[in-house]
């Protein structure tokens, strides 16, 4: 690390340790808000690109449950029920998945070379090309890929907005900054349920074309909120374009978030974390990833964002179809789908207070443990028939959906932002959100056949099937999630470095700035025959002191 530091060694050091004791200073939420409220605002505007995506994801799934829809694209059963088939709606449910695959392979090589603003301009350009798309559909195989199209940006701003709002929050505002972006995903599914509910009066094609329509609303003022938004200050300080990241920092500053020489220590903690990183990895490629340390940490952000899937949330992605195999009528079916969708925002902002008081890997642990139990009880209920059991399983989904927003929903955005080095966020984001895709295309695969009459028709038993795969996942949490609350950076680099047990995490000790007993390492190493100390050695000698 003195060879990636030089001459300004010490002085980063002496930075960096002041720039990481104010991290520390608790302000309490609101005051942090009025303190960072630049920060706040452009992370905010930024990952309102969500909407989008959490929009189309749950509109495309709702429309296998209204009668235009079907009436433009269904096929007849032998019964003389008309139905989206169960093959259609996997392959339209994983279009805009695989178009997400293109994507993310986009974001993690563009946002590294260009910066996050272009990549996200550039990406808003292209949404607005791809939404004509679907618009114009005539056939299912038309409509799925504009569904592909239009998943290139959306794995863009999936991965891109998680990041860069990790790297402008300090640490007190991190969660709920990083979360905010599943709050975004959520309004845009509560919008697409309102949408679909009211156009459901609609006769004719454009039901459901309209839907379509209504998203050309977002690209142009998002694109213009990047355009008016700092780099971000952690990827110009990576460049080594050091001037840059000063005037970034003194766009976001405030009155009373600091003066010049806290932006002067803060470019000092940035420069001392990616120093620290650069000598635990020998680049910042893809293939780092699954190297040393961070193959623990690839591993934690590939399963966290797997686990959103195989807790049961499949179940409310097909809550239309759902309710509607269960028995209930179109225009309730639609309606109870629009309540359990206010769950997103309702549990989001929840997930604020909970964080703060429990942590993230206490919040996770609960979010499975309540998971399995809705699902014992949801699969139960698929055994009976009847008004009454359609009801009480329409009610188990929104008090799961609710559960689930308060704690792996949101969660889990704050935790693949703060797992990942510096260096390897983009990347490391990219490939969970990638593992997150490929799992969403086998749910996909599996949860129309599980519910379709023209499949397994498994009805509410098949939360059975997910009730497995959520406990597996409970009891790899227990073991392998890490608690990574109120921890810079550097810290978290540390304690991945020390190889510190996940259930450790919140009690270890860490000191990266012990000055003294740093100068007494260095001044021993000079001393030794001119040997010199290696950071490993540096990173030792100063966590005993």
């Given at each position: 690390m003195r060879a990636t530091l030089g001459a300004s060694y010490d002085q980063v050091v002496s930075g960096a340790k002041a720039a990481a004791d104010a991290e520390h200073v608790d302000l309490g939420v609101f005051a942090a808000l009025r303190t960072h409220w630049k920060a706040t605002l452009f992370s905010m505007g930024l990952s309102f690109a969500l909407v989008m995506e959490g929009y189309d994801v749950v509109v495309i799934n709702s429309f296998y449950g209204q009668s235009q829809f079907i009436n433009t694209f269904g096929t007849v059963l032998p019964n003389g029920e008309k139905v989206i088939t169960a093959p259609w709606q996997t392959g339209l449910s994983n279009s805009a998945l695989v178009g997400e695959v293109i994507g993310l392979g986009l974001n993690g090589w563009a946002s590294d070379r260009f910066g996050y603003r272009k990549t996200y301009m550039v990406s808003m350009a292209v949404m607005m090309i791809t939404v004509l798309a679907p618009v114009l559909a005539r056939s299912l195989p038309a409509l799925s890929a504009g569904e592909v199209l239009m998943g290139i940006p959306w794995g863009v701003f999936q991965t891109l907005t998680t990041a860069y709002a990790s790297?402008?929050?300090?640490?007190?505002?991190?969660?709920?900054?990083?979360?905010?972006?599943?709050?975004?995903?959520?309004?845009?599914?509560?919008?697409?349920?309102?949408?679909?509910?009211?156009?459901?009066?609609?006769?004719?094609?454009?039901?459901?074309?309209?839907?379509?329509?209504?998203?050309?609303?977002?690209?142009?003022?998002?694109?213009?909120?990047?355009?008016?938004?700092?780099?971000?200050?952690?990827?110009?300080?990576?460049?080594?374009?050091?001037?840059?990241a000063r005037k970034a920092l003194k766009k976001l500053q405030t009155k009373n978030s600091g003066d010049d020489q806290h932006i002067e220590h803060q470019v000092a903690f940035m420069n001392h974390t990616n120093a620290l990183e650069k000598a635990e990895q020998s680049g910042a490629s893809y293939f780092e990833c699954f190297k040393g340390t961070s193959l623990r940490?690839?591993?934690?952000?590939?399963?966290?964002?797997?686990?959103?899937?195989?807790?049961?949330?499949?179940?409310?992605?097909?809550?239309?179809?759902?309710?509607?195999?269960?028995?209930?009528?179109?225009?309730?079916?639609?309606?109870?789908?629009?309540?359990?969708?206010?769950?997103?925002?309702?549990?989001?902002?929840?997930?604020?207070?909970?964080?703060?008081?429990?942590?993230?890997?206490?919040?996770?642990?609960?979010?499975?443990?309540?998971?399995?139990?809705?699902?014992?009880?949801?699969?139960?209920?698929?055994?009976?028939s009847g008004e009454a059991v359609s009801w009480a399983t329409g009610?188990?989904?929104?008090t799961f959906a609710l559960g689930y927003n308060c704690t792996i929903g949101p969660v889990c955005y704050t935790i693949v932002a703060e797992i990942p080095s510096s260096r390897l966020r983009a990347k490391s984001i990219v490939l969970s959100r990638l593992t997150y895709v490929l799992t969403g295309l086998l749910t996909n695969t599996l949860t129309p056949r599980m519910l379709s009459p023209d499949a397994w028709n498994w009805g509410?038993?098949?939360?059975?099937?997910?009730?497995?795969?959520?406990?597996?996942?409970?009891?790899?949490?227990w073991f392998r999630l890490p608690e990574t609350a109120n921890r810079t950076y550097a810290e978290v680099d540390e304690l991945f470095a020390r190889g510190i047990a996940a259930r450790k995490f919140s009690t270890t000790q860490v000191n990266l700035y012990e000055t003294e007993k740093r100068h007494a390492v260095v001044r021993a190493d000079s001393l030794n025959d001119d040997k010199v100390l290696d950071d490993k050695d540096l990173r030792t000698a100063t966590l005993d002191a």
């Open positions: 790297e402008i929050a300090p640490v007190m505002l991190r969660p709920y900054l990083t979360s905010f972006v599943c709050a975004c995903w959520g309004l845009g599914i509560l919008l697409s349920s309102i949408v679909v509910k009211l156009t459901l009066v609609i006769p004719g094609e454009w039901s459901w074309r309209l839907p379509f329509a209504l998203q050309w609303v977002w690209p142009i003022p998002l694109a213009l909120i990047a355009f008016f938004a700092p780099e971000s200050p952690w990827y110009l300080v990576r460049h080594q374009r050091f001037d840059d940490r690839t591993e934690i952000v590939a399963v966290v964002w797997a686990l959103q899937w195989l807790c049961g949330n499949p179940l409310m992605s097909y809550a239309v179809t759902f309710y509607r195999r269960a028995g209930l009528d179109e225009n309730t079916a639609f309606s109870l789908n629009c309540i359990m969708n206010t769950t997103y925002l309702i549990g989001t902002a929840s997930s604020w207070f909970l964080m703060r008081w429990f942590g993230r890997r206490t919040l996770y642990l609960a979010g499975c443990v309540m998971c399995c139990a809705h699902l014992i009880a949801i699969g139960t209920l698929g055994f009976f009610s188990l989904l929104i509410a038993k098949g939360a059975f099937l997910y009730l497995g795969t959520c406990a597996l996942c409970g009891i790899w949490c």
